[in-house]
């Protein structure tokens, strides 16, 4: 589950993840540019979530997810990435974590993206081409 960004999504998911099946494995998405488009939690409420988080038995946090806005050149494009990478590695530090899940980079951006560490790359116009719009 990658797009993890409030704390009542999180009890949910512990409270309907069946007990017989293994922790459901979360990334915790992040408004990395602060966009009030997108979803996610902003930098400084990522510290007041992972500790109950980190309580519940039924789920795993493996990493944080980001989609940041559209930047042009491939060193713009690092930016945020590099961000959330450096995020991971703190949150890791603080909590006495191994996050080892960096969700980051779709086919605009994915060499950016996997320069600053990322494991998993959504590529799918690359590979569906772009969506028709519809009506």
């Keep these: 589950m990658h797009t993890v960004d409030r704390l009542k999504i999180a ?3 512990q409270q ?15 408004n990395i540019d602060q966009e009030d488009s997108k979803s996610g939690l902003n930098i400084d409420e990522l510290d007041t979530i992972i500790e109950p988080i ?6 795993k946090l493996r990493g944080l997810m980001a989609i940041p806005r559209v930047r042009i050149s491939f060193e713009q494009q690092r930016e945020p990435f590099k961000r ?5 590695e703190r949150l890791n530090n ?11 980079g779709m086919s605009a951006d ?3 993206a996997i320069c600053e560490g990322s494991t998993i790359v959504r590529i799918g116009t690359a590979i569906f081409g772009s969506r028709k719009k519809i009506g």
């Design 11 to 13: 009890l949910r998911l």
């Design 16 to 30: 309907q993840r069946p007990a017989h099946l293994p922790a459901l494995n979360i990334c915790l998405q992040v």
């Design 54 to 59: 980190l309580s519940m038995d039924r789920l």
């Design 84 to 88: 959330l990478a450096e995020l991971k």
């Design 94 to 104: 603080t909590f006495n974590i191994q996050l080892d899940t960096l969700s980051i």
């Design 110 to 112: 994915l060499e950016a």
